[in-house]
């Protein structure tokens, strides 16, 4: 009983270390890498603060953008514009009407694809169609989590928000910022998709839609963009590119620096977690080793009595290695089974918060059974191995030593 709880719990702490890393580095990793990938980066204007002011530095051109595609090992740019006019929303909500001002960037459609659907046209459509627009899925979350409740409204879903249409108006500020337009226009849009890139926070439009309504509210004012993505070749030296990137005034955006940061921190924290698991599966065996030993010494006469009955020295040893697998698989199936429940009660009550929260992604806590598979024939792997060499070693003693024992 004694090696039985201690196997069992070295082996529940240690799939418990194991499940979260494995969480951390397969599966919010890859989420990290998907809105952050490597080859993928994201540019803006130096920036430097002067008392209550922020003050960038050079802007980013379509000069800059031409220089920025000539760079090595550059394969495409996707310049990020935005509207240089107030802009406004209004909509209705569970019978509420609300309106707000709102930042709207033109981005080309690789940069929305992961958000938008395959047959969505990415451009004005014809006709009276509303205007395709992706929206942050912050700015769902923001509701979910503190709007909602303060106005007493419900929570929203995702897949509520998709298809939802609304009305832009052009030129018109509801908190008076920016000058308003001698003639404002509205167009009605609809929300194609949702992105969690930090960088598209607002709506986000065609490029060409954004870039023909500059040239209409704000004419005089010359065409900078807020941001550029910059598509390097796979396994390109990001350093070398950030150094390149900087003699053109552009450096890496918060945004990029933030998702460096993620990744680093999560694959760290997935390997230490993997790490402790190995330390506690460690310290556990050796516990359960040396009760192995003692257990095993105090039935060496009963193995010593079998082998001089005829018992050949392989029957000796696999019967002794069978009562250890017992215990093993004993130990291994309360592990799992205490494990599975909580991983499932800690799902049941997570799973409704990730729900309300898009920039999440679904079933990160969900139990991952081949995982727990796997790290359990590891422990019973583990367990098995090193007594086999005892056994082996004891059960091929020679006869003399074996009469001596009796």
């Known amino acids: 009983m004694a090696a039985l709880a201690v196997l069992a719990l070295a082996a529940s702490l240690m799939l418990a270390l194991a499940s979260a890393g494995a969480t951390l580095q ?120 503190g709007l909602a409740r303060a106005a007493g409204l419900p929570l929203i879903s995702p897949s509520n928000i998709i298809g939802r249409k609304f009305r832009v108006y052009f030129g018109e500020s509801s908190i008076g910022l920016g000058r308003t337009a001698e003639r404002v226009r509205f167009i009605d849009a609809s929300v194609a998709g949702l992105t969690s890139q930090p960088a598209l926070l607002g709506l986000a439009m065609p490029a060409d839609v954004v870039s023909n309504l500059n040239r209409i509210y704000a004419p005089n004012q010359p065409t900078i963009y807020v941001q550029v993505v910059a598509q390097l070749e796979p396994a390109a030296d990001r350093d070398a590119f950030f150094a390149q990137a900087r003699t053109l005034g552009l450096h890496p955006s918060r945004q990029e620096l933030l998702g460096s940061q993620l990744k680093l921190a999560v694959r760290f924290a997935g390997w230490g977690l993997f790490g402790l698991a190995l330390a506690v599966l460690a310290l556990g065996l050796l516990n359960f080793y040396q009760f192995f030993t003692l257990s095993f010494h105090a039935r060496r006469v009963d193995l010593v009595r079998l082998r001089a009955l005829g018992m050949t020295p392989r029957a000796a040893a696999l019967l002794a290695v069978a009562e250890v697998a017992v215990v093993a698989v004993a130990a291994l199936a309360l592990a799992l089974a205490l494990n599975y429940a909580l991983t499932l009660a800690l799902a049941d009550r997570i799973t409704p918060l990730l729900e309300r929260l898009a920039t999440l992604p679904a079933g990160l806590f969900d139990p991952s059974p081949l995982w727990l598979a796997l790290a359990a024939l590891a422990i019973l792997a583990a367990a098995l191995l090193p007594a086999l060499p005892m056994l082996r070693t004891a059960a091929r003693a020679p006869m003399g030593d074996v009469i001596r024992d009796l």
């Open 26 to 145: 397969f599966r919010l990793g890859p989420w990290l890498a998907e809105i952050f990938p490597a080859e993928r980066v994201r540019l803006e204007p130096g920036r430097a603060n002067v008392g209550p002011l922020q003050i960038e530095g050079r802007p980013i051109t379509d000069a800059t953008i031409a220089s920025l595609r000539e760079l090595p090992r550059v394969t495409a740019v996707y310049p990020i514009e935005a509207v240089r006019f107030p802009v406004r929303i209004e909509g209705q909500l569970f019978g509420e009407v609300l309106y707000s001002d709102v930042v709207i960037h033109g981005v080309p459609r690789e940069l929305v694809e992961d958000a938008i659907a395959p047959t969505t046209r990415w451009a004005i459509p014809q006709g009276a169609e509303p205007w395709p627009v992706v929206a942050s899925s912050y700015f769902l979350d923001l509701y979910n989590m």
